[in-house]
């Protein structure tokens, strides 16, 4: 079955450092990968994503590759602010009407 | 750009009653899953409709139950209410997937259920 795993948190980074959490996958076929995100005491908002191997996804600064090689699909951030502080959601899609497959999430904490 | 509705946000109910939460799609979008998110959990499918059909299950309880009506909103229904129901319900809406478009879903903002 579809399985994401993605770096435990809770990651506690310094205004303008660089970000990385890691995120790897199995899956069936050739899913579509994303990153998701929830800021304190609201929803899931789509943050990026891509659909096949070696394509980068970027929004706001951030971006993820997608790897089939290694099966891995890691965020980064080279200059991370205090608000985007958060938890971040690993996923992964394959095939169609199928249910979203998420990591157990990574809360990320700026601090000024 | 228009978002997945839920309604309500917040709900509280009491142990054995009953309970409905509404979701509106995407307008465009034809399919439309529930999740479930409990406390510092990640989201768990429960149950996905397409042109009013259901398309998949997840681990939905049999106390629930969902539909998808003819302008593509969905609700959940939830009876017997336990204090383990209590969580975030989330609903998202997808385009039905072809080769023109992924099916990325949109999330709404959650319903959240208390049960005391």
């Known amino acids: 079955g579809n399985s994401v795993t993605q770096m435990e948190g809770p990651v506690t980074l310094s205004e303008e450092a660089f970000l990385t959490i890691n995120c790897t996958y199995t899956?069936?076929?050739?899913?579509?990968l994303f990153w998701y995100v929830q800021y304190p005491g609201e929803g899931l908002q789509l943050l990026l994503k891509?659909?096949?191997?070696?394509d980068k996804g970027s929004n706001k600064g951030f971006e993820a590759t997608y790897r089939k090689e290694t099966t891995s699909f890691h965020l980064e951030k080279g200059s991370v602010q205090v608000s985007d502080s958060a938890v971040y959601f690993c996923?992964?899609?394959?095939?169609?009407?199928?249910?979203?497959?998420f990591g157990t999430g990574t809360k990320l904490q700026v601090i000024p | 750009a228009a978002g997945v509705i839920q309604s309500p946000r917040h709900l509280i109910k009491e142990k054995r009653e009953t309970a409905t939460l509404k979701c509106y799609p995407i307008?465009?979008?034809?399919?439309v899953y529930w999740y479930q998110q409990g406390p510092g959990q990640d989201p768990q499918f429960l149950i996905s409709?397409?042109?009013?059909?259901?398309?998949d299950k997840g681990s939905i309880p049999d106390r629930f139950s969902a539909q998808q009506f003819s302008d593509y909103h969905s609700e959940l229904n939830m009876s017997s209410l336990e204090l383990g129901d209590s969580a975030l319900y989330f609903c998202?809406?997808?385009?039905?997937?072809?080769?023109?478009?992924?099916?990325?879903?949109?999330f709404g903002p959650g319903t959240r259920l208390t049960v005391l």
């Open positions: 998202a809406s997808s385009l039905a997937p072809t080769s023109e478009n992924t099916d990325t879903q949109y």
């Open positions: 899956a069936t076929g050739y899913p579509s």
């Open positions: 891509a659909t096949k191997a070696d």
């Open positions: 996923a992964l899609l394959s095939g169609g009407y199928q249910k979203v497959t």
């Open positions: 307008p465009r979008h034809d399919t």
């Open positions: 409709f397409y042109e009013k059909m259901q398309s």
